[in-house]
Protein backbone atom coordinates (compact mmCIF):
# COMPACT_ATOMS: atom_id res chain seq x y z
CA UNK A 1 0.00 0.00 0.00
CA UNK A 2 2.76 2.36 0.55
CA UNK A 3 4.70 1.62 -2.84
CA UNK A 4 1.11 2.42 -4.53
CA UNK A 5 0.11 6.12 -2.36
CA UNK A 6 4.21 6.73 -2.87
CA UNK A 7 3.91 6.14 -6.95
CA UNK A 8 0.43 8.37 -6.75
CA UNK A 9 2.17 10.66 -5.26
CA UNK A 10 4.87 11.30 -7.65
CA UNK A 11 2.18 10.93 -10.47
CA UNK A 12 0.33 13.66 -9.10
CA UNK A 13 3.67 16.15 -8.25
CA UNK A 14 4.99 15.61 -12.52
CA UNK A 15 1.74 16.47 -13.34
CA UNK A 16 2.13 20.13 -12.10
CA UNK A 17 5.73 20.00 -13.60
CA UNK A 18 7.51 22.60 -15.51
CA UNK A 19 10.94 22.67 -17.16
CA UNK A 20 12.93 25.91 -16.29
CA UNK A 21 16.26 28.26 -17.62
CA UNK A 22 18.02 30.83 -15.47
CA UNK A 23 20.57 33.39 -16.41
CA UNK A 24 22.17 35.26 -14.20
CA UNK A 25 25.03 34.73 -11.36
CA UNK A 26 23.00 33.16 -8.51
CA UNK A 27 24.17 30.82 -5.50
CA UNK A 28 21.69 28.31 -6.25
CA UNK A 29 20.98 28.48 -10.06
CA UNK A 30 24.52 29.54 -11.18
CA UNK A 31 25.52 31.10 -14.13
CA UNK A 32 23.26 29.09 -16.39
CA UNK A 33 20.73 26.18 -15.64
CA UNK A 34 18.39 24.35 -16.53
CA UNK A 35 15.92 23.08 -13.57
CA UNK A 36 12.64 20.82 -12.97
CA UNK A 37 9.70 22.72 -10.93
CA UNK A 38 7.00 20.24 -10.07
CA UNK A 39 4.01 20.06 -6.92
CA UNK A 40 2.36 23.17 -8.74
CA UNK A 41 5.57 25.65 -8.35
CA UNK A 42 6.55 24.67 -4.96
CA UNK A 43 9.23 22.46 -5.32
CA UNK A 44 12.31 22.64 -7.93
CA UNK A 45 16.10 21.18 -8.72
CA UNK A 46 18.07 22.16 -11.31
CA UNK A 47 21.29 21.35 -12.77
CA UNK A 48 24.07 24.61 -13.16
CA UNK A 49 27.47 25.81 -14.07
CA UNK A 50 28.41 27.85 -11.20
CA UNK A 51 30.98 30.20 -12.90
CA UNK A 52 33.70 30.25 -15.44
CA UNK A 53 37.39 30.24 -14.67
CA UNK A 54 39.78 29.37 -16.92
CA UNK A 55 42.32 27.82 -13.83
CA UNK A 56 39.74 25.55 -13.12
CA UNK A 57 38.27 22.23 -15.50
CA UNK A 58 34.55 22.24 -13.68
CA UNK A 59 32.74 24.38 -11.26
CA UNK A 60 29.20 23.06 -11.32
CA UNK A 61 26.54 21.46 -9.35
CA UNK A 62 23.08 21.07 -8.16
CA UNK A 63 20.36 23.11 -6.82
CA UNK A 64 17.12 22.63 -4.51
CA UNK A 65 14.55 25.17 -3.66
CA UNK A 66 10.90 25.24 -2.12
CA UNK A 67 8.83 28.06 -2.79
CA UNK A 68 6.91 28.48 -0.45
CA UNK A 69 4.12 30.42 -2.52
CA UNK A 70 4.54 29.00 -5.76
CA UNK A 71 6.81 30.65 -8.89
CA UNK A 72 6.13 34.00 -7.73
CA UNK A 73 7.59 34.47 -3.74
CA UNK A 74 10.36 33.92 -1.55
CA UNK A 75 11.98 30.34 -1.68
CA UNK A 76 14.61 28.97 0.25
CA UNK A 77 17.20 27.24 -1.46
CA UNK A 78 20.64 24.65 -0.70
CA UNK A 79 23.32 24.14 -3.75
CA UNK A 80 26.24 21.95 -3.69
CA UNK A 81 29.03 22.38 -6.36
CA UNK A 82 31.78 20.72 -7.41
CA UNK A 83 35.07 22.57 -7.99
CA UNK A 84 37.76 20.81 -9.62
CA UNK A 85 41.65 21.46 -11.83
CA UNK A 86 44.88 21.72 -10.70
CA UNK A 87 47.30 24.78 -9.65
CA UNK A 88 50.51 25.24 -10.68
CA UNK A 89 52.78 27.24 -8.94
CA UNK A 90 56.36 27.30 -7.61
CA UNK A 91 58.93 27.41 -4.43
CA UNK A 92 62.30 29.20 -4.31
CA UNK A 93 65.00 27.83 -2.16
CA UNK A 94 67.70 29.32 -0.69
CA UNK A 95 66.69 32.32 -1.49
CA UNK A 96 69.81 34.95 -2.10
CA UNK A 97 72.42 32.47 -1.96
CA UNK A 98 74.03 31.39 -5.02
CA UNK A 99 72.15 27.73 -4.90
CA UNK A 100 68.82 29.17 -4.99
CA UNK A 101 66.23 26.61 -6.89
CA UNK A 102 63.33 27.06 -8.32
CA UNK A 103 60.90 23.95 -7.50
CA UNK A 104 57.55 24.34 -9.84
CA UNK A 105 54.54 22.09 -8.40
CA UNK A 106 51.21 20.95 -9.78
CA UNK A 107 48.22 20.66 -6.69
CA UNK A 108 44.71 18.90 -7.22
CA UNK A 109 41.61 21.17 -6.38
CA UNK A 110 38.96 19.01 -5.58
CA UNK A 111 36.45 21.09 -3.31
CA UNK A 112 32.66 21.00 -2.94
CA UNK A 113 30.50 24.44 -2.20
CA UNK A 114 27.82 24.21 -0.01
CA UNK A 115 25.17 27.17 -0.07
CA UNK A 116 22.44 27.62 1.68
CA UNK A 117 20.15 30.36 1.37
CA UNK A 118 16.78 32.07 1.15
CA UNK A 119 15.45 34.37 -2.23
CA UNK A 120 12.95 36.08 -4.00
CA UNK A 121 11.30 35.38 -7.50
CA UNK A 122 8.55 37.29 -9.51
CA UNK A 123 7.04 35.56 -12.42
CA UNK A 124 6.39 39.25 -14.59
CA UNK A 125 4.49 36.79 -17.26
CA UNK A 126 3.36 33.44 -17.49
CA UNK A 127 7.03 32.14 -18.52
CA UNK A 128 9.15 35.00 -17.94
CA UNK A 129 10.58 36.48 -14.21
CA UNK A 130 13.41 37.77 -11.88
CA UNK A 131 15.07 36.26 -9.26
CA UNK A 132 17.22 37.99 -6.39
CA UNK A 133 18.62 35.39 -3.73
CA UNK A 134 21.24 35.72 -0.97
CA UNK A 135 23.20 32.77 1.11
CA UNK A 136 26.00 31.20 3.42
CA UNK A 137 28.59 29.78 1.61
CA UNK A 138 31.10 27.12 3.28
CA UNK A 139 33.69 24.90 1.42
CA UNK A 140 34.65 21.29 2.47
CA UNK A 141 37.80 19.89 1.17
CA UNK A 142 41.39 19.42 2.26
CA UNK A 143 39.81 17.09 5.36
CA UNK A 144 37.84 20.27 6.49
CA UNK A 145 35.26 22.82 6.38
CA UNK A 146 36.06 26.42 5.57
CA UNK A 147 34.31 29.45 4.82
CA UNK A 148 36.26 31.16 2.34
CA UNK A 149 37.95 29.65 -1.29
CA UNK A 150 40.46 32.24 -2.56
CA UNK A 151 40.13 31.10 -6.29
CA UNK A 152 43.48 33.06 -7.34
CA UNK A 153 45.55 31.02 -5.54
CA UNK A 154 43.46 27.83 -5.09
CA UNK A 155 43.23 27.90 -1.21
CA UNK A 156 40.87 27.54 1.33
CA UNK A 157 40.89 29.24 5.05
CA UNK A 158 38.72 30.53 7.69
CA UNK A 159 39.60 33.87 7.25
CA UNK A 160 36.66 35.71 5.98
CA UNK A 161 32.97 34.52 6.11
CA UNK A 162 30.97 35.23 2.72
CA UNK A 163 27.65 35.60 1.70
CA UNK A 164 26.95 35.29 -2.28
CA UNK A 165 24.24 37.55 -3.94
CA UNK A 166 22.88 36.71 -7.17
CA UNK A 167 20.47 38.16 -9.60
CA UNK A 168 18.93 36.66 -12.56
CA UNK A 169 16.68 35.91 -15.38
CA UNK A 170 14.39 32.52 -15.48
CA UNK A 171 12.00 31.52 -17.94
CA UNK A 172 9.92 28.28 -17.53
CA UNK A 173 8.16 26.09 -19.99
Given at each position: MKKVLLILCLFVGASFAQIGVSL???PSQGMVGV???MLDGHLSANVHLAAYNSDYDFMGGIGVAYRFTG????YAFHSSEWITGEMNGFTI????SENSELIEHTRDINYWRLVFGLGYQHMFLNHFGAYFEMGFEFYAGNGGYYTHFDAEYGTLD???PFFPVGLGIVAEF
Open positions: GFGGYTLTGPTNVGNDK
